[in-house]
């Protein structure tokens, strides 16, 4: 019998209401609501989020078979009442990631998993594997099922939390060979194409010219530039800080230099806007890909191992061990903390002294 059940109460003058309602005992205590909805199905799915609601407010375990009567929404239930809490966690501080983290569970979730499987209890290790294989087939790279299988992992230790399943199954991810082997491999623009891409990109958009002038001559990352506010940047040394809950580590804060180009840009885009409180992002969430693609092809660009969320840091990391970096400096510019990520960047003109020798 399910934890919870749905009917459609009378109103004063005896009649039946068109909306439906829900009743259901928590530690011996019955609570109604009204779900707000007239058609049952939309009822049943918010009926059981209430009901989840009361359980959780009173620390009480759920029921087991309590969402049954959900039948094939069972599943898109769990995983929209773990995307709240994602959501919650991460709005409270609870746990830190980046800006896109909830976005690629939210989509991993709608668009791969909750369309392939309709319960909990169907998602089991050999289905899985299956599942993988045919994502694969249809174009999905090993990497992103990569992440899927980890979002997938959350969704059922929240749905034995709830009591919907009483295990969770081993869910197995591609190899890291398996990734590897279909990755290709990054390369740099060379500063000729930096400048053709940079003079592409301000014919499409002069806010995505000041966005990518600032990226290709800081070193940013893509999250540090989308949370900088004025109060990190001191105009007179032309230095900008990070905080540790800033920082991609999250363990100590960092600083670095701006260049005259990236000052300029900043001040363009400050007098762009009409108002901008010292706390409030300068550049707030924005997304390039499709600008970096078009102006790449209208710059005539060979766009195979430039990829357009990490071009820019890998651009500034390999001109400027070309100019003669030292490793030290390399890893400053960066703000990487171990020497080995930096240590990629002295590797580029090792490969290509062997690249003109070969041609003797």
Known sequence: MAGYHLYRPKNGSGKVTEFWSVHFTVRGKLHRYATGECDRGKADVRAAQIYLEAHQRARAAVAPGAFDQLGDRQLAHVAGSFLDQLDQRLKSGEIARNESYY???????RCHVLVRFHRAEEITTAAWDEACKAWHAEGLKWRSIQRLTVTARHALRHARDLGVIQSVPELRSPTREQVVAEQAERRAM???????????VKKISKRAWRIYTILFWSAMRRSDLRRLTLRQINWKTSYAQFPPNNTKSKKEGQAIWLHPKVVSALKQE????????????????FTLEHTAKKAMAAAGIDTRGLTAHHVTRHTVATLAGDAGASLAELMALGRWSTPQMAMRYMHENAKRSKAALEKL
């Open 270 to 285: 400050i007098a762009a806007r009409d108002e901008l409180p010292l706390d409030e992002p300068i550049f707030p969430d």
């Open 190 to 200: 060379t500063e000729d194409e930096r400048d053709k891409f940079l003079r592409a």
């Open 103 to 109: 976005g690629d569970a939210d989509r991993d979730l």
